[in-house]
C-alpha cells in the first residue's frame, strides 16, 4: 500500500491563527518530508525527518514548526502565517537510505492552505 | 545556473507521436533520480526512478547520462491520459545526507486526439 495521507484537505486561517497539518503513512518508511507547492510552480522542499530526527531544514521561517510524534507521523504547526503562505503543502515519504535503494518518495495529495 | 532544469515546454503533441523530455543537474554528487508527473491540482506521482544503465516501463524509458548529468524521459504511442507536467527529481550527494530533493520547473505535456 503506497499511500500517504494529509488532514485537512482544505485550510482557511487568518494570520492570527494558530494551525496544524497532519501526515500519516503506513508504508514502514523512515523518511518524511514536507513541501510547499505554489501555482504553476514545482514543489519545493521544506523539511526532511530521518528515523525521527530532523534531518533538513531549508531555511523555512519560524512560523512553521514541524513536529515528527513518531515514523508514521508528521504535523506542521503553523502560527502567525502570511497572505503569501497560501500554496499546496504536500508530505512524503520515504524508505530511507539504505544500501541499492533509490529512496523513492511517495507523496500525499496534499492540504491547500489560504491565508487571509 | 538552475540546480536542476528542464526544456520549458509546453509540449503538444498528437496521440501516437513519441516525445522527449530532456533535463539537466549541476550537483555532480547527486546519488538518485527520479521522473514524476503530475496533474492539475494533484500530488506529483512517481512515474520511474532513473538509472545508468537504462530503464523501461511499457511506453516509457529513461535514461541517465552522469558524465554530462543529463536525464532524459521518452513516451513512445503518447495518449491522451498521458496529458500531464512532468517533473524532473534530483535528489542530492552525500553532503546533504542524501535526502536534499530539487525539482526540475517542468514540462507540461499536452496530447491531442
Known amino acids: 500500500d503506497t499511500e500517504v495521507t494529509q488532514t485537512p484537505k482544505h485550510l482557511v486561517m487568518g494570520m492570527t491563527n494558530k494551525k496544524s497539518l497532519k501526515c500519516e503513512q503506513h508504508?514502514?518508511?523512515?523518511?518524511m518530508y514536507w513541501y510547499k507547492q505554489k501555482a504553476k510552480k514545482p514543489p519545493e522542499l521544506m523539511f526532511v525527518?530521518?528515523?525521527?530526527?530532523?534531518?533538513i531544514n531549508e531555511s523555512v521561517p519560524s512560523r512553521f514548526s514541524p513536529e515528527c510524534p513518531n515514523s508514521s507521523l508528521l504535523n506542521l504547526h503553523l502560527h502567525a502565517l502570511q497572505p503569501e503562505d497560501s500554496a499546496l503543502y504536500l508530505c512524503?515519504?520515504?524508505?530511507?537510505?539504505?544500501?541499492?535503494?533509490?529512496?523513492?518518495?511517495?507523496f500525499g495529495p496534499g492540504t491547500r492552505l489560504t491565508v487571509l | 545556473r538552475k540546480e536542476v532544469e528542464q526544456d520549458p515546454g509546453p509540449f503538444n503533441v498528437p496521440e501516437g507521436a513519441t516525445v522527449a523530455f530532456n533535463c539537466t543537474y549541476s550537483?555532480?554528487?547527486?546519488?538518485?533520480f527520479f521522473w514524476y508527473r503530475q496533474d492539475c491540482r494533484k500530488e506529483p506521482k512517481l512515474l520511474m526512478s532513473?538509472?545508468?544503465s537504462g530503464n523501461e516501463d511499457g511506453r516509457f524509458t529513461a535514461q541517465l547520462n552522469r558524465a554530462s548529468q543529463y536525464i532524459s524521459l521518452l513516451i513512445r504511442d503518447s495518449k491522451l491520459s498521458d496529458s500531464a507536467t512532468y517533473l524532473c527529481?534530483?535528489?542530492?550527494?552525500?553532503?546533504?545526507?542524501?535526502?536534499?530533493?530539487?525539482f526540475g520547473a517542468g514540462t507540461r505535456l499536452f496530447v491531442k486526439a
Open positions: 512524503a515519504s520515504s524508505q530511507g537510505l539504505t544500501s541499492g535503494s533509490p529512496n523513492e518518495q511517495f
Open positions: 508504508m514502514g518508511h523512515r523518511a
Open positions: 525527518y530521518s528515523y525521527e530526527k530532523l534531518s
Open positions: 550537483n555532480s554528487a547527486s546519488q538518485s
Open positions: 532513473v538509472y545508468s
Open positions: 527529481v534530483v535528489n542530492g550527494g552525500i553532503d546533504t545526507g542524501g535526502f536534499k530533493t530539487i
